[in-house]
Nanobody, 115 residues
Framework: QVQLVESGGGLVQPGGSLRLSCAASGSQFSLNIMGWYRQAPGKQREFIARITSTSSTFYANSVKGRFTISRDNAKNTAYLQMNSLKPEDTAVYYC?????????WGQGTRVTVSS
C-alpha cells in the first residue's frame, strides 16, 4: 500500500510559480514511478509529467519547458515545479504512483491561476 499526500496548491497570478509536493508512504519509494496529472473543470484528467526510478522524466507538450518534475528518495517525496503559469493551468493536480504493479492516487491539490 502507498498513500500519497499532495500539498502546495493555491492561487497564483499569471506568470507566477508554484511548487507542488507529493509525500509518499511505504518503503519502496525509490522504485516507484511517480507522476502528476491534472483535471480542469469539465475536462478529463490529463497526464502532466512522470519521473522514473532512475530519474528519467517525461512531460506533456502543454507544460514542457515550464514545469519540472523531481524526486527526493531520502524524503519519499516527489515535486512539481511550475513556472510561467497560465490561466489554462488552473486545475486540481493529482500525484500518481506506480508501485509493484499497482497504481495509487493522492487526493489532489487545487491550483488556480488568475489575476
Amino acid at each position: 500500500q502507498v498513500q500519497l499526500v499532495e500539498s502546495g496548491g493555491g492561487l497564483v497570478q499569471p506568470g507566477g510559480s508554484l511548487r507542488l509536493s507529493c509525500a509518499a508512504s511505504g518503503s519502496q519509494f525509490s522504485l516507484n514511478i511517480m507522476g502528476w496529472y491534472r483535471q480542469a473543470p469539465g475536462k478529463q484528467r490529463e497526464f502532466i509529467a512522470r519521473i522514473t526510478s532512475t530519474s528519467s522524466t517525461f512531460y506533456a507538450n502543454s507544460v514542457k519547458g515550464r514545469f519540472t518534475i523531481s524526486r527526493d528518495n531520502a524524503k519519499n517525496t516527489a515535486y512539481l515545479q511550475m513556472n510561467s503559469l497560465k490561466p489554462e493551468d488552473t486545475a486540481v493536480y493529482y500525484c500518481n504512483a506506480l508501485s509493484l504493479g499497482y497504481e495509487y492516487w493522492g487526493q489532489g491539490t487545487r491550483v488556480t491561476v488568475s489575476s
